[in-house]
């Protein structure tokens, strides 16, 4: 496992702005209010299990209290960009990093990076989920012993369909995704007919190519997390190039 060269920093809670606070309730209360039909039963439950609140933007210590009896996941304040290797180490030793900045009232509906609102609402309330949280673990340990371009290229797929952009069969289709999540436009494509919605097959999800900044053409959804888990299996450390070289192979034929 690489060693962690991240720059770790405090959140300081107390120097959040009253504009700060005001953005992050105008964003939950407008996402809130579609994905109590729209989101996933799991991330409805973990966003009140890790206490998140129209009032104030998060205070990261009070939700790793909260998330740490759960599933021992902690959201720890970074600053500035994290290497792909750093973020998948990170991730496998339970450690999700997180912006603690907050888009300007002018940017409420775009935003290019990742802010707090994207990270903490996005994010981390799956992580209250035990078997998400296993499988966000697995997924790191397996993504930081990738060796070669194409093996990391493939976990950034994986990543990208379930983690950012999932997909859920509950009730109909629901979204757990963390781009899905924080975006009302993206969510909305993603539940409307403009994106194809495919059963989450690993092997397909490995060969399925993407492209980030615009509304995505092709979605996976999942029938639970139980069926996340049981595809990263697959792919545990010692293992992963295997399984992977197969689909490769499938890939180039
Ligand atoms: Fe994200």
């Known amino acids: 496992m690489t060693a962690l060269t991240m720059p770790l920093i405090e959140q300081n809670w107390k120097a959040y702005t009253s504009e700060d606070h ?3 309730g105008l964003l939950y209360a407008k996402r809130m209010r579609e994905l109590e039909t729209t989101g996933a039963r799991l991330f409805l439950e973990g966003a009140a299990a890790i206490g998140l609140d129209v009032s104030h933007v998060p205070d990261l210590q009070d939700v790793n209290f909260r998330l740490g009896s759960r599933t021992g996941w902690q959201a720890v304040p ?27 009232k002018s940017q409420l509906d775009y935003l290019p990076e990742p802010d707090i ?17 296993d499988f966000l673990q697995r997924f790191g340990a397996v993504a930081a012993a990738a060796r070669t371009e194409e093996e990391t290229a493939m976990m950034a797929r994986l990543f990208w369909f379930t983690v950012e952009f999932g997909l859920i ?11 899905l999540i924080s975006s009302a436009s993206d969510a909305a494509n993603a539940l409307s007919g403009n994106c194809e919605q495919r059963p989450f097959d690993l092997d397909a999800v490995l060969e399925q190519p993407f492209e980030i900044d615009r509304l995505q053409d092709v ?10 888990f049981a595809a990263i299996e697959r792919l545990r450390p010692g293992r992963a190039r295997a399984v992977m070289a197969t689909a490769a192979s499938t890939m180039s034929e």
């Open 22 to 24: 005001e953005v992050w």
């Open 78 to 104: 970074v600053g500035g960009f994290i290497p792909a290797a750093d973020f998948f180490t990170s991730l496998s030793v339970r450690r999700f990093p997180t912006t603690i900045i907050i888009r300007a």
């Open 117 to 133: 609102f994207h990270d903490v609402f996005g994010h981390v309330p799956l992580h209250a989920d035990p078997v998400f949280a």
């Open 169 to 179: 069969r509950e009730d109909g289709v629901k979204v757990y995704g963390s781009g």
């Open 219 to 228: 979605l996976f959804v999942i029938k639970s997390f139980d069926q996340l």
